[in-house]
T-cell receptor, first 112, second 111 residues
Framework: EAGVAQSPRYKIIEKRQSVAFWCNPI?????LYWYQQILGQGPKLLIQ????????DSQLPKDRFSAERLKGVDSTLKIQPAKLEDSAVYLC??????????FGQGTRLTVV | DAKTTQPNSMESNEEEPVHLPCNHS???????IHWYRQLPSQGPEYVIH???SNVNNRMASLAIAEDRKSSTLILHRATLRDAAVYYC????????????FGKGTLLTVNP
């Protein structure tokens, strides 16, 4: 079975620029998550979708971050404008049932 | 949200058993105990989960205390590929069904 696909793998941008990350979950998985992982810390949940509806976005900095999941499949996460502290790995995961999530390899973002 | 406490780091020798502890004294009756691990430069991967009874799968065993206030992930024979950060996560009504990661335990496996 194909895993969760994320692109790009790496991205370097200057502060105040915008960036977008793409995620293709495992087919049939209704739940999709975006996490931010800063070096040395555990992943932090940014947003959780159930099909194309948002279940939880309480930790998403909505002044600069946005996410959408069109047609309940692929998802994009956007940052505009980026700050230095946004440097992190952005992980996408999908889940067929509560608790069993499958993660992609992540996108490593460096903001300079 | 119910919280978990894990040691920051542990060391093991290759081919020896490893017992990774997790305390969760405020666990609610509907919370499942999940374990994930994150290999270097990879996303986390699911390891095992349980509610009350001990659980076994091809990767590991999960021993849950009778009062459910603690649990132990057991790797029966550690290999170098088991070197990773291991996360103990409570998931259920007490955690609002959010998959929330703490800092985890960094397991080092010595050859």
């Amino acid at each position: 079975e194909a895993g969760v696909a994320q692109s790009p793998r790496y991205k370097i941008i200057e502060k105040r620029q915008s960036v977008a990350f793409w995620c293709n979950p495992i087919s049939g998985h209704a739940t999709l998550y975006w996490y931010q992982q800063i070096l040395g810390q555990g992943p932090k949940l940014l947003i959780q979708f159930q099909n194309n509806g948002v279940v939880d976005d309480s930790q998403l900095p909505k002044d600069r971050f946005s996410a959408e999941r069109l047609k309940g499949v692929d998802s994009t996460l956007k940052i505009q404008p980026a700050k230095l502290e946004d440097s992190a790995v952005y992980l996408c995961a999908s889940s067929p049932r509560v608790g069993e999530a499958f993660f992609g390899q992540g996108t490593r973002l460096t903001v300079v | 949200d119910a919280k978990t406490t894990q040691p920051n780091s542990m060391e093991s020798n290759e081919e020896e058993p490893v017992h990774l502890p997790c305390n969760h004294s405020t666990i609610s009756g509907t919370d499942y105990i999940h374990w994930y691990r994150q290999l270097p430069s990879q996303g986390p991967e699911y390891v095992i989960h349980g509610l009350t009874s001990n659980v076994n799968n091809r990767m590991a065993s999960l021993a849950i205390a009778e009062d459910r206030k603690s649990s132990t992930l057991i790797l029966h024979r550690a290999t170098l590929r088991d070197a990773a950060v291991y996360y103990c996560i409570l998931l259920g009504g007490g955690s609002n069904y959010k998959l929330t990661f703490g800092k985890g335990t960094l397991l080092t496996v010595n050859p």
